[in-house]
């Protein structure tokens, strides 16, 4: 599993209809996307949730990296690229991925918390953290789904969770979910991925 998102930040007075009207537009295009477990089409609108910052944030979890690199390589990212520019791309190796009571729910928001991995610490001890982190989320009533994924390169772990209400018990940024693709979700491996 790939875990992967770009954000990109919008003006302050920016309409945020904008982005609600393109994800009605093209969300469905990944409905069946090969290779993509979900992708969550998340915004952030500013003075909500606690957000500074009007946001598009789409977060994926790839089942393969063939359905990743065709995405990025193909016109849908070409699209989102020439729309609102070339944004940076995280990517994250998946730790564990975890269905919640809630999977057959849509998910109304989603919560994402980045964690710096302090040096010095066992990296094992970290990524088991991590896997009993997303098992503990995933635990939590309303939730649909659970993951947790490290970023060798900057050494961060990202906790992911998507909630069927908006009351998250959990700990992060907060975006609304305006539309889930989740053609391989069945297909995305349940706890450790090592």
């Given amino acids: 599993m790939h875990a992967m998102q770009y954000e990109i930040t919008l003006p302050a007075d920016y309409d945020m209809g904008i982005v609600r009207d393109r994800v009605a537009r093209v ?10 477990g979900l992708k969550a089409y998340l915004l952030r609108e500013r003075g909500v949730d606690g957000s500074a910052v009007n946001q598009y944030a789409p977060f994926y979890l790839w089942d393969t990296p063939e359905g990743m690199n065709s995405f990025l390589w193909g016109p849908g990212f070409q699209g989102l690229v020439n729309d609102f520019g070339r944004p940076v791309v995280q990517h994250w190796t998946g730790l564990a991925y975890e269905d919640g ?8 928001v989603a919560v994402r918390r980045r964690v710096s991995v302090p040096e010095g610490v066992p990296l094992a001890e970290v990524a088991r953290e991590a896997v009993l982190e997303a098992g503990r989320l995933a635990a939590l009533d309303g939730v649909v789904g659970a993951a947790a994924a490290l970023d060798p390169r900057h050494w961060e772990v990202v906790h992911f969770s998507l909630w069927a209400h908006d009351t998250p018990k959990a700990e992060g ?10 053609p391989g979700r069945d297909r995305l491996r349940r706890g450790r991925q090592w």
Wanted: overall charge negative; proline content about 4%.
């Fill in 173 to 182: 940024e907060t975006y609304r979910v305006l539309h889930l693709s989740a």
């Fill in 101 to 108: 009571g809630a999977a057959g729910a849509a998910p109304e």
């Fill in 27 to 36: 969300g469905h295009l990944l409905d069946d996307w090969d290779g993509l």
